[in-house]
């Protein structure tokens, strides 16, 4: 946080200071975390009262209060705090965040979309930037309009690099978050079906990721997919410098040779035009390649060197919970809890990954539901169901409502059948605990992956808790 006292938060919101009790100062500096969740309120902090659709911040201002924080922002005055007193406490919040990111002119703004794998990147942006100079990034996948500001709060004076996760669930909502912190480089990952049952179509889901780039200043940087031709056609829309990433020909940062290790862990050769490093990396999947050419293409933007940026990569390991997370049981299964969210695209990227692990042994899918899929649910669902037996796993197990089809897709084509994969629909997750425990054997491989709130990230978990406190362990973790 950049120091401020309440008195120029009240400036800069366009508010008005209302004091706290008695006893508080009246014009208090605010030097710790600005947050919005009373939790997590430190000493100094300024807590951020919203109102959600569940509960008014307003009644933690007490809470915040005793964990430390100094001030509110707030859209009446509380008695707990000196606050500043706005009409609209979310468009205080914006200005806030925007004031603090000119107070450090010098911090180069870095902002990530794609449909798939935003927040994978940029832990692997922060793991590399960070070698270079000071970086801030969001924590987990605080990427909405909470989030970012949240993010940009953060920021000190001596902050180089800015890097925000920016999350689009309809137009104009990447510009809502370019106009709080304008980015000097902007990447695109790709535009996959991800929401697509909120925006419509890819194209309107390509649209609202454009936004991205259509603002970026001519000195700056537009990292594109070369590879996704919705992303490669955003190089028409920005006028900054454009960096393809991918295999295509067009790309200027490429990865050479690929290959995968038993735990499905790329090697490659990462080229920059004709300089070529070697790069070994700790991340699981084919699909971490595409991702870390774009974290190669920003380090290097921003002046790393080649060599440093092939070392940074081969070294960071993953940051962020339930993404492609291995974990090797000692009775000899291994857990691949990758259920952080689930959308075909990350499935299909998943489901590679677990049949580059097998190497002759059994490879479990345990899939639950791909939420927000809208009208294409079912027959996605389906082609899931398919796209599994086609990729050789031995046995699949879909997991709660809404996935009957993958079972009856994976039964069309062939499981259940005269060759050896079998299929299975189970109601809940506890069912599908039930069934693992009974069936699980040394050597297997377990993909356990789908949409957050179907849950079965803590199937995951409850997997490797079994293992850990023995046969009734489940039942005290659960
Ligand atoms: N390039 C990619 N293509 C397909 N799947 C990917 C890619 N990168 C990561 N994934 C997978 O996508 C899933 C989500 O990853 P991550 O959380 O990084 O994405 P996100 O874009 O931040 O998602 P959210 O929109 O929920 O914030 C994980 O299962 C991950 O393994
Ligand atoms: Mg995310």
Known sequence: MIPLRLSEIARITGGEVHGGLGDAEPDPLVDGPVVTDSREAAPGSLYVARIGDEADGHQFVAAARSQGAVAALTSRPVPELPSVV???????????????????????????????????????????????????????????????????????????????????????????????????????????????????????????????????????????????????AMAGQTRAHVIGVGESPGAAIRALDISLDEQGRASFTLASGQDTAAVALQLHGEHQVGNVLAVAAVALAVGMALGDVATALGEARPLSRWRMEVHERTDGVTIVNDAYNANPDSMLAALKALSAMSHGRRTWAVLGEMRELGHESAGEHEALGRLAIRLGVSRLVAVGEGTQPVDSGARDEGAGGPGDQESTWVADIDAAHELLRAHLAPGDVVLVKSSRDAGLRLLGDRLLGDHLLGDTGSEVLS
């Open 86 to 232: 706005v009409p609209d406490v979310q468009a205080a919040f914006v200005a806030l965040a925007h004031a603090l990111v000119e107070r450090n002119p010098k911090v180069v703004v870095i902002g990530i979309t794609g449909s798939s794998g935003k927040t994978g990147t940029k832990d692997l942006l922060w793991s590399v930037l960070a070698r270079h100079g000071e970086t801030v990034a969001n924590v987990g996948s605080l990427n909405s309009e909470v989030g970012v500001p949240l993010t940009i709060c953060r920021i000190t004076p001596t902050t180089a690099y800015l890097v925000l996760e920016m999350g689009s669930r309809g137009a104009g909502h990447i510009e809502y978050l370019t106009r709080i912190a304008q980015p000097q480089i902007g990447v695109v990952l790709n535009v996959g079906t991800a929401h697509v049952g909120e925006f419509g179509s890819r194209e309107a889901i390509g649209r609202a990721k454009a936004e991205l780039v259509q603002d970026l200043p001519a000195t700056g940087f537009a990292v594109l997919n070369a590879d996704d031709p919705v992303v490669w």
